[in-house]
Nanobody
Framework: QVEFGESGGGSVQAGGSLRLSCGAPEVSLDYYAVGWFRQGSGKEREEVSCISSNDGSIYYADSMKGRLTISRDNAKNTLFLQMRSLSPEDSAVYYC?????????????????WGQGTQVTVSS
């Protein structure tokens, strides 16, 4: 299974910005729901943003609402997450995700990809 490459993570001071990118040249994002998750140290993985494959609607977690912009470039098979006004509480490993449900005569199964994760560290 292909693992998406991620880039854009790093260390910033509080109030700074980062732009994360994710994708794989051989995997088209058409028809996939795409999103970003994060996992802080000692915490469970949580979804921070996603784009629906059905109607393109966008979700942002309350904890980061107003500070994120998720976007996708299907022509380049790339997903982005622009993050602003970062705080130390945003420090985590960020993972991208692409998911579609495939229906066959045998039933449904998930076709899913994850990124390898990129570390975001915000200092006060």
């Amino acid at each position: 299974q292909v693992e998406f490459g991620e880039s854009g993570g790093g260390s910033v001071q509080a109030g700074g910005s980062l732009r994360l990118s994710c994708g794989a040249p051989e995997v088209s994002l058409d028809y996939y729901a795409v999103g970003w998750f994060r996992q802080g140290s000692g915490k469970e993985r949580e979804e921070v943003s996603c784009i629906s494959s059905n109607d393109g609607s966008i979700y942002y977690a309350d904890s980061m609402k107003g500070r994120l912009t998720i976007s996708r470039d299907n022509a380049k098979n790339t997903l982005f997450l622009q993050m602003r006004s970062l705080s130390p509480e945003d420090s985590a490993v960020y993972y991208c995700n692409a998911l579609r449900v495939i229906t066959t005569t045998q039933g449904e199964h998930n076709d899913e990809y994850w990124g390898q994760g990129t570390q975001v560290t915000v200092s006060s």
